[in-house]
């Protein structure tokens, strides 16, 4: 069975830019959740989505959004880029919504913002 | 608020030895604990975890202890193996809601 994919693994962007990402989840897996990993602040919580529907948020700014798509594939977008938006972004999947089930993270998309 | 920490930044033990990594929480509603490993350039991938009405799990090298009174997690790893080196997040989760991640201990293994 296929792993998570993130598409792209690496990208250098602006500031004032905007950026989409792409997640893939396992095959069968419904809920995808959003991750930003920084040296200082390790892994945060984005956004949750299952069944096309945003299910939970983290305490970031509304520059930061996403999507699902019927076939369970995500985006999530960044506007207005600012230096500190600079890190990897890690996506995950699982079967059933709630981060209590086993969730299989994708390599991750390095962001860098100059 | 760091609801999820973990103070020590770095831990190197030699092979063969006991490996202790703590966790500290403090929202005293979180009901599941897990620990996850990250090698660099890939994504974090699931350990071991734990629910609240459970003291200790163990998993073949890895035991989990939870302490609720002093909202305190550790793991422990025995023997630990220079491929154990990586970065362990802990994490805890509310109600079956999001994951709440501690910012990661780096253990070195040292042969």
């Known amino acids: 069975k296929a792993g998570v994919t993130q598409t792209p693994r690496y990208l250098i962007k602006t500031r004032g830019q905007q950026v989409t990402l792409s997640c893939s989840p396992i095959?069968?897996?419904?809920?995808v959740s959003w991750y930003q990993q920084t040296p200082g602040q390790g892994l945060q919580f984005l956004f949750e989505y299952f069944s096309e529907t945003q299910r939970n948020k983290g305490n970031f700014p509304g520059r930061f959004s996403g999507r699902q798509f019927s076939n369970s594939r995500s985006e999530m977008n960044v506007s207005t880029l600012e230096l500190g938006d600079s890190a990897l972004y890690l996506c995950a999947s699982s079967t059933f919504a709630g981060g209590g089930n086993e969730q299989f993270f994708g390599p991750g998309t390095r962001l860098t913002v100059l | 608020d760091q609801q999820v920490k973990q103070n020590s930044p770095s831990l190197s033990v030699q092979e063969g030895r006991i490996s202790i990594l703590n966790c500290d929480y403090t929202n005293s509603m979180f009901d599941y604990f897990l620990w996850y490993k990250k090698y660099p350039a890939e994504g974090p991938t699931f350990l071991i975890s734990?629910?609240?009405?459970?003291d200790k799990n163990e998993d073949g090298r890895f035991t989990v202890f939870l302490n609720k009174s002093a909202k305190h997690l550790s793991l422990h790893i025995v023997p630990s193996q220079p491929g154990d080196s990586a970065v362990y997040f802990c994490a805890a989760i509310e109600a079956n809601s999001k994951l709440t991640f501690g910012k990661g201990i780096t253990l070195s293994v040292r042969p």
């Open positions: 734990i629910s609240s009405i459970k």
């Open positions: 095959s069968g897996h419904r809920s």
